[in-house]
């Protein structure tokens, strides 16, 4: 049955409702059919609206005795997840006559037959496969765990990420549909050739998501990746797996190719390469996230159904347990919508809230670079100057006269990260900038400075240090004073974890093996630090945009110079100072993600549209990555 043939059936079944229902609900269940037709057909789309239409006129008649206005009903179980018809009845105050009755009647049966009748045709072509697709965490996901959340690199000690990933049924048939776009979608061909046919192997064990069958795996063709099995199935947990979309470049030894994730949006990049023996071991196996190919394009959707999509995609992931945190679309500062899923404490059963405080990670490096840039903005400081102009002492003489301001708000000074072995045995110990001076100091480059982009939070923490340097103030001090309390931030900080932080939730992990969520509380420092570490709302996340965009925090000028990206990042992006600035496809949009066990984070700002998405959850990555990237590519471009 052609398209507009169901959706015209459908516009003439909602005319037949009450005029008081057609006024309040009628263009959001239109909305709602346009979204969910594809995912789910039209057979019980349109049963679910004839059990309204009778609703309407046959019972509102007994309803009215005891009922006024609008009641929210709960939905029957064997209706479609987000649907609308059942969650609201309008009843006047007057009763129905009995003519008017039995007018709505007869015409629910007449339309019933008509619909039946097309509805047939339409139930007998081949029914659709849906995948959606996420971002992991283990060897192999190094390359591309970083995008919007940078940071999540340095907090795990390797790179989180833009956002992999993957869910869904497959019915019998042989087309696709992913995120809504169905068509003929025939499965790549792989070509017959020894690295091909050990990543085909290595796909099927991964998406089985069997330790037993992956470890057998790894074990007998990947050897060097078998003790990391753990990070493997970490991987495989946050992503879903994935689904070949494309084959690229193919040889004797090199195989690369297109997959998509199986529970979000995002595509990756694949090498694999194997030795030219009999026995073909794997020797590399890499995945670098990159933006979605031309070839598989997503149609954008109006402004409600893309809300209304994404009010049905948390409801799925909150019923599968893979996201509790904070949602909020804004469009030029007004809110469009906002929502708080999932419990803040597990055990107290607690439920998160808008003004739920969540650790925010690696988010943080967007208001240090807010200060360093105020202080420059006052001629305190220069970017292009050496870090050992402010920083007199520094116990690494030839980092300090090397390394500029601009170097380390860009990630390109070679300073390091100070995740690891030495982290973890000083954890509670690191309680004052300076302790990580101290621990870290002297340590010389990595590289040569401004040669090549690697994510750093020593160096973001360095820029904390300067900060209290050049103002005499303490880091925490600063940042209340000069940006959380300018932009009426209320509820963001970074006081330590044995204080009493009202409304700050608890972060729950699956990292490090396990099949339950687990506090994350081990693993937490003592004190945020301005690499990250601190606590924030969604609300204030958003409060925070707006200082940014009303030039409350800086002027013009400094604004544009804090957004604009500056170096190349391996995904893509251009990192400006403590902001990413991506473009995908002609849509640009800046901001920053965080994450570490037990919490994620992102906040995207699109300067065209208007459009500011914010998402926080208290849950392992990519929880909050996944909800930003799902509407972000549905809303509108402008």
């Not at 995008?147 to 497959?170: I, K, Y």
């Amino acid at each position: 049955m052609p398209r507009s043939l169901p959706r015209f059936l459908y516009r003439c079944l909602l005319r037949l409702h009450p005029p008081s229902f057609q006024r309040q609900f009628a263009q959001q269940m239109l909305c709602i059919f346009d979204e969910a037709a594809a995912r789910e057909g039209v057979v019980r789309l349109f049963a679910d609206g004839l059990a309204s239409l009778a609703r309407q006129w046959l019972v509102r008649w007994a309803l009215q005795k005891f009922l006024l206005g609008e009641i929210a009903l709960a939905r029957s179980p064997g209706l479609i997840p987000g649907l609308f018809a059942w969650e609201h009845i309008a009843v006047p105050e007057t009763p129905l006559p009995a003519s008017r009755i039995m007018q709505g009647s007869l015409i629910s049966l007449l339309f019933l037959a008509a619909v039946s009748v097309a509805a047939s045709h339409a139930g007998n072509t081949t029914p659709l496969r849906r995948f959606s697709v996420a971002t992991g965490n283990s060897a192999h996901s190094q390359a591309f765990a970083g995008s919007r959340s940078q940071g999540f690199a340095s907090d795990l000690g390797v790179r989180a990420g833009e956002n992999l990933g993957a869910s869904g049924a497959t019915d019998n048939g042989g087309e696709e549909q992913i995120n809504g776009q169905s068509g003929l979608a025939a499965q790549p061909q792989i070509p017959d050739t020894p690295p091909a046919r050990q990543f085909s192997a290595w796909l099927d064990a991964f998406n089985s998501g069997d330790r037993a069958s992956l470890l057998r795996f790894l074990e007998k063709n990947y050897p060097s990746r078998a003790a990391n099995i753990d990070q493997e199935l970490n991987f495989r947990e946050m992503t879903g797996g994935f689904e070949l979309r494309k084959p690229e470049e193919s040889s004797s030894t090199r195989f690369t190719g297109i997959v998509q994730e199986r529970d979000s949006d995002q595509f990756a990049r694949f090498v694999i390469e194997v030795e030219p023996d009999e026995l073909h071991r794997i020797t590399r196996l890499d995945l670098q996230l990159i933006a979605r190919p031309p070839d598989f394009p997503m149609p954008r959707m109006n402004e409600g159904a893309a809300l209304a999509a994404l009010r049905a995609e948390l409801e799925k992931r909150v019923a599968a347990d893979r996201f509790a945190g904070a949602v909020l679309v804004a469009k030029k500062d007004k809110p469009l919508f906002s929502g708080a899923y999932g419990l803040a404490d597990r055990e107290k059963k607690i439920p998160n809230k808008l003004t739920t405080r969540f650790r925010i990670g690696s988010m943080n490096k967007m208001f240090t670079a807010v200060a360093v840039l105020q202080l420059a903005q006052a001629g305190k400081i220069k970017l292009t100057d050496p870090i050992g102009k402010y920083l007199t002492d520094y116990p690494n003489k030839d980092l300090a006269s090397k390394v500029t301001i601009h170097h380390l708000l860009t990630h390109t000074g070679g300073t390091g990260d100070f995740f690891g072995p030495e982290f973890d045995a000083h954890r509670l110990e690191l309680r004052t900038l300076q302790d990580y001076v101290k621990l870290y100091g002297k340590r010389g480059l990595a590289f040569e400075p401004g040669s090549r982009w690697e994510y750093s939070n020593y160096g973001f923490l360095l820029l904390g240090v300067v900060i209290e340097g050049v103002t005499g103030k303490n880091y925490y001090e600063y940042v209340q004073d000069y940006v959380y309390k300018p932009a009426g931030m209320t509820s963001t900080g970074s006081l330590s974890e044995d204080e009493v932080v009202p409304e700050r939730s608890i972060g729950y992990t699956k990292f490090g093996g396990g099949k339950t969520w687990r506090p994350n509380t081990d693993t937490l420092p003592y004190r945020g630090t301005s690499a990250g570490g601190g606590y924030s709302t969604v609300e204030d996340l958003l409060r925070f945009t707006n200082a940014l965009e009303n030039h409350t925090l800086l002027d013009a000028h400094y604004s544009k110079l804090l957004t604009s990206g500056k170096v190349d990042t391996p995904n893509g992006a251009k990192y400006a100072y403590g902001f990413m600035d991506r473009n995908v496809h002609g849509v640009r949009s800046f901001g920053h993600g965080g994450g570490a066990p037990g919490m994620n984070g992102d906040l995207e700002i699109y300067p065209e549209s208007g459009y500011v998405i914010a998402v926080l959850a208290n849950m392992d990555p990519p929880a909050a990555q996944r909800i930003a990237d799902f509407i972000a590519n549905r809303l509108p471009e402008k």
